[in-house]
Antibody, heavy 120, light 107 residues
Framework: QVTLKESGPALVKPTQTLTLTCIFS??????????VTWVRQPPGKALEWLAR???????FYSTSLKTRLTISKDTSKNQVVLTMTNMDPVDTATYYC????????????WGQGTMVTVSS | SYVLTQPPSVSVAPGQTARITCGGN??????VHWYQQKPGQAPVLVVY???DRPSGIPERFSGSNSGNTATLTISRVEAGDEADYYC??????????FGGGTKLTVL
């Protein structure tokens, strides 16, 4: 059974850098075809895609946020890390990591999400 | 950038059929995925690649995609189907696009 769990600070101050970690179990990040993505959701609003990393270390970013995002993986720890710089109150959201399916481009398994509030 | 348009809300009585639309330019040329999200929970994939269902999703959930509109159909709606539903595609630039979401209310 594949599971994902996000972790990170619940509160960050404006201008700080946010670092989130997604820990996998039940599958290795080095498995061919393994792709992981991050999505966020401000309170009461829609889902917004952030970034993706593939088993071969290819990386893709949201066009609107790419200057602020960095995605990386640590295969030995089976985790994916997302950093977002220059945080602003509008970045307050629940941040989810998800697996992209092996036979589809859909996000087939999601973590529970972690809520991040940006406030001074 | 590519835009997906969903109605903000859809209401249906129990036992009836709910249809949630997702509009986009020539959306039929793209694979559309649908997610269900209940309050306080993470999204769950209910339909992928226009009309396929993941394991464990009831047959009551189905999807179609034609022209400029993709549709999620929920037959024999139950109270437990009340949730927000989002459509999603990948656009030509490699970005992922979500619709604005539709709140399904079971009357």
């Amino acid at each position: 059974q594949v599971t994902l769990k996000e972790s990170g600070p619940a509160l960050v101050k404006p201008t700080q850098t946010l670092t989130l970690t997604c820990i996998f179990s039940g599958v290795s990040l080095s498995t061919t075809g393994m792709r992981v993505t991050w999505v966020r959701q401000p309170p009461g609003k829609a889902l917004e895609w952030l970034a993706r990393i593939d088993w071969d270390d290819d990386k893709f970013y949201s066009t609107s946020l790419k200057t602020r995002l960095t995605i990386s993986k640590d295969t030995s720890k089976n985790q994916v890390v997302l950093t977002m710089t220059n945080m602003d109150p509008v970045d307050t959201a629940t941040y989810y990591c998800a697996r992209i399916g092996s036979i589809t481009t859909a996000f087939d398994i999601w973590g529970q999400g972690t809520m991040v509030t940006v406030s001074s | 950038s590519y835009v997906l348009t969903q109605p903000p809300s859809v209401s249906v009585a129990p036992g009836q059929t709910a249809r949630i639309t997702c509009g986009g330019n020539n959306i039929e040329s793209r694979n559309v995925h649908w997610y269900q999200q209940k309050p306080g929970q993470a999204p769950v994939l209910v339909v992928y690649d226009d009309s396929d269902r993941p394991s464990g999703i009831p047959e009551r959930f189905s999807g179609s995609n034609s022209g400029n509109t993709a549709t999620l159909t929920i037959s024999r709606v139950e109270a437990g189907d009340e949730a927000d539903y989002y459509c999603q595609v990948w656009d030509s630039s490699g970005d992922v696009v979500f619709g604005g979401g539709t709140k399904l209310t079971v009357l």
